[in-house]
């Protein structure tokens, strides 16, 4: 087998893990915390997954990576759904900052569990969207990418690049 059949096949796997390993550090920080968590430090992880869900409602198969053509429904649901997980980002962000520099709110661990509880399910979706896809550059090599990235490249500007031949791997 090849390593890209490997990464093929173990990859989702790998993903859950990593998705896994995120709610753990939450679940973890709650638990160990001194004080109630208020409902506001839950949001981030919460919209963070939920982002997660939203871009696994979307085939990967209707996916049109034209800049100009394709169903812009579809475009706006994971531009939607990334500015969602970007923002989550950035909320678990300011609740770190603000356990550290408040003494009577919950520790600075809670908030780093909250930050790395987003990057992990981020890093999930760059690890599923990895192990899915490929870019083919020139029809002579192939080279693993985050398709994702390349979708709202193809969203933000006029075009990417005439090199890109984009398909995707039969599983």
Same mark, same amino acid.
């Given at each position: 087998?090849? #390593?890209?059949? =490997?990464?093929?096949?173990?990859?989702?796997?790998?993903?859950?893990? #990593?998705?896994?390993?995120?709610?753990?550090?939450?679940?973890?920080?709650?638990?160990?915390?001194?004080?109630?968590?208020? $409902?506001?430090?839950?949001?981030?992880?919460?919209?963070?997954?939920?982002?997660? =869900?939203? $871009?696994? /409602? +979307?085939?990967?198969?209707?996916?049109?990576?034209?800049? *100009?053509? /394709?169903?812009?429904?579809?475009?706006?649901? =994971? $531009?939607?759904? *990334?500015?969602?997980?970007?923002?989550?980002?950035?909320?678990?962000? /300011?609740?770190?900052?603000?356990?550290?520099?408040?003494? @009577?709110?919950? @520790?600075?661990?809670?908030?780093?569990?909250? +930050?790395?509880? %987003?990057?992990?399910?981020?890093?999930?979706?760059?690890?599923? @969207?990895?192990?899915?896809?490929?870019?083919?550059?020139?029809?002579?090599? @192939?080279? %693993? %990418?985050?398709?994702?990235?390349?979708?709202?490249?193809?969203?933000?500007?006029?075009?990417?690049?005439?090199? =890109?031949?984009?398909?995707?791997?039969?599983?």
């Amino acid at each position: 087998m090849d #390593v890209s059949e =490997l990464w093929v096949i173990f990859g989702p796997g790998i993903a859950g893990a #990593v998705f896994g390993a995120g709610w753990w550090f939450w679940v973890d920080a709650v638990v160990c915390s001194a004080i109630t968590i208020s $409902f506001v430090h839950y949001l981030p992880g919460i919209f963070a997954s939920l982002a997660a =869900l939203m $871009f696994n /409602g +979307v085939r990967k198969d209707d996916i049109d990576y034209s800049p *100009y053509d /394709g169903e812009w429904r579809l475009k706006l649901w =994971l $531009f939607i759904a *990334y500015v969602i997980s970007f923002v989550s980002l950035a909320a678990s962000i /300011g609740l770190l900052i603000q356990d550290a520099l408040v003494a @009577s709110g919950p @520790s600075t661990w809670t908030g780093i569990a909250g +930050v790395l509880q %987003c990057v992990f399910v981020l890093i999930r979706l760059a690890v599923l @969207s990895d192990s899915q896809l490929h870019v083919v550059i020139n029809d002579s090599m @192939s080279l %693993c %990418c985050n398709v994702h990235l390349i979708l709202i490249a193809n969203i933000l500007s006029e075009r990417v690049g005439p090199v =890109l031949i984009l398909s995707t791997s039969e599983i």
